[in-house]
């Protein structure tokens, strides 16, 4: 038998109402830890959700990787590549790669009687993933996007369609101004979108691919480059470097070279900015543990001062002070896994709530979502429950060591 479990058991179970003292200080010491806990769980899965929900909006936009002309991935300016079927079939057989879609671009403005605008045309094939933009949509459809010929629809986003008073169904003539001259075609507009992502929504309508390439005076093999999709984030460096290996440096039949970059290359604000919040999940995990831990210790001083004189006895019957800190160890045990069900029930709950309520909600202008996101994450949130557990006993082996300093004969005369 475990002797100072049992006795911890003993001492944790019995409601002797003589106990006055320890009990308060148990329920806040069980409070710590849940609140603690909670806060944790909650914090951890906000930054979760909103540091993924804003990368796969970036993605949505720009995929993976990019595939491309050297010139366009360091200048910023379009300039055409080659992109065959057969660097297509090369760029799909790559491991990890999950999609491949071929995209141009082109700098135009949109006009009404009223208004006008300067957007961002972006031509995409039929192989175009439409899944993102789908997910977004606020009216109309998606069209089917073509390379060998023109339909002249046009999706464009929420903030373009408010500045130029558009709707679905109604035409927009679209002006292009390069060194041809002024050209014009007039669209319809199919589908409108919004991502709340500010700088992507203000400038980027799609088209079809046909469409851009003509528009950008190019050959019909001819775009901007190439987006790929790989099945794990975390690995897009590794499928990078395949590319370097295979891809980069290379030309095609136009002398043009290849090369690429990844998303984090092309958006190193965005991703700069999401990586800080790491710092923040530690700073509250942290604190709240600091909580914890203090709300525990001092719950534990307590009631070792309030069973003084029962440690005075078990001295006297014998008992050394490593079993009696051990009783009150596997006591704050009790305590702390107490504290961590109602923290793991309210943390989660809340998580919840907010996940199917969206109750929370944000200035989509500034935090590019509507409501704050939530993701649980369980492997994490089960590393939180055994630090928390672990930290928590480990603060207490220090304070445990009063035990040592009471005296048999004056404790059991202790009141």
Known sequence: MNFPLFIARRIYGESDARQMVSRPAIRIATAGVAIGLAVMIVSVSVVFGFKHTIRDKVVGFGSHIQVGNFMTLQAGEQYPVQMRDSMMTALRNT?????????????????????????????????????????????GTIPAFS???????????????????????????????????????????????QTNLSQYDDIICYTDLYTTVRLN???????????????DFDRVDETES?????????????????????????NPQIFSWLDLLDMNVWIILA????????????????????????????????????????????FAVFMIGRGLIIGNILGIGLVFLQRL?????????????????????????????????????????????LISHIHPAKSMRYE
């Open 357 to 401: 309520t969206g109750l929370v909600k944000l200035d989509a202008d500034t935090y590019y979502v509507s409501t704050v996101p939530v993701e649980l994450n369980l492997p994490i949130i089960l590393l939180l429950n055994i630090a928390t557990l672990i930290i928590s006993v480990l603060v207490l082996i220090g304070p445990s060591y």
């Open 147 to 193: 390379d060998s010929a023109s339909s002249n629809r046009l999706l464009i986003s929420k903030p373009m369609a408010d500045k130029l008073r558009l709707k679905t169904g109604e035409r927009i003539f679209a002006y292009f101004i390069d060194e041809n001259g002024v050209r014009a075609r007039r669209f319809t507009i199919s589908g409108i979108y």
């Open 287 to 330: 604190l709240m543990t600091a909580v914890a831990a203090v709300t525990m210790i001092s719950g534990l001083l307590i009631i070792i001062l309030e069973r003084t004189t029962m440690i005075g006895v078990l001295k006297a019957l014998g008992a050394r002070n490593k079993t009696i800190r051990h009783t009150f160890l596997w």
């Open 242 to 266: 395949i590319y370097i290996n295979k891809v980069n440096r290379q030309t095609d039949a136009y002398g043009e070279t290849y090369s690429t970059k990844t998303i984090r290359e092309l």
């Open 95 to 139: 491991q990890g790669v999950s999609h491949v879609q071929r995209f141009a671009m082109k700098q135009g403005i949109l006009k009404t009687d009223n208004d006008f605008l300067g957007v961002a045309f972006k031509g995409v094939g039929p192989e175009f993933d439409s899944t993102f933009i789908h997910q977004n949509m606020v009216e």
């Open 217 to 231: 005076g190019w050959k019909s093999d001819q775009v901007s480059g190439a987006e790929v999709s790989v099945s």
